[in-house]
């Protein structure tokens, strides 16, 4: 099924986020939330992905006009009109519910729009401004949805959702190449000898592991520094942010485990390390 008939198929987007709860993607803590709780993290989850996957996998020549799509249906939520896509509507629900402000969710839409136009990133300065627009407004949006959105607690959910992005950029970087765009800082692709068609190679070069291994540095700092969010939360805004930042960890893990050779097949984390790191998280708090 093509983007442009998921826009208004709402069964096909439900199906994908129900394969999304029972599978490893879905952090561990986040489905042992309440029902209420997950439902709403799964309606912001399936926008998210609607929206990436208009920037990443429908006809470039569409993503534009399809973009702007989604955000006329955002307009019509916060004017309080109905929104004519299901997934919206789904959204609507949970902004409503939340009182979610709109910028987190346009923000989402401006990193699609961004990524159309820029492919490359010349320093790492460069990617975090990038991140603020992919990553953070995700944070903001869970801490919303948990009523524990405070100026504080935003500064640290977006060092966690900031890490948690470059770590990705780390698993996925042969496959964003692939479709175009190099987010590895190109300062430091030279700093290490690399050229981008290292990204392109059946095995990840010495040169391109140091590379990811800088950036995985950078995420673990980032992660260290945000994780006294979750001693700021209660109940299951914690479990749950303890969840996300054990991820993070867990995946951190996974990529040292296989020196950093993330194009022979991108290292993932293993269930028994997340739930360690998850208990290790909520220990620490």
Known sequence: MSVRERLWNGTEERRSRDELQAGENFPVATRLLPARYRAHLLN??????????????????ERPALLDLVERDLDRIYAGARPELP??????????AGSIPADPFRRLLEANRRDQEVTRYETFGDLLGYCTLSADPVGRIVLHVFGAATPGRIALSDRVCSALQIIEHCQDAGEDLRNGRV???????????????DLAAAVTPTRLRGVLALQAGRAARLLDEGEALTGRLRGFARIAVAGYIAGGR???????????????????PRKARLLAEWSRTLGRS
Not at 87 to 96: G, I, Q, Y
Not at 183 to 197: N, S, T, V
Not at 258 to 268: C, F, I, K, S
């Open 44 to 61: 912001v989850y399936g926008y998210a992905r609607l929206v990436d996957d208009i920037g990443d996998e429908a006809p470039p020549a």
């Open 87 to 96: 997934v919206m509507r789904d959204l609507a629900r949970t902004v409503t």
């Open 183 to 197: 987010y590895l800082p190109a300062e430091d692709l030279r700093r290490f000898g690399c050229a981008e068609d």
């Open 250 to 268: 867990a995946a951190l893990a996974a990529l040292e485990r296989e020196a950093y050779d993330v194009l022979g097949g991108p290292p993932r």
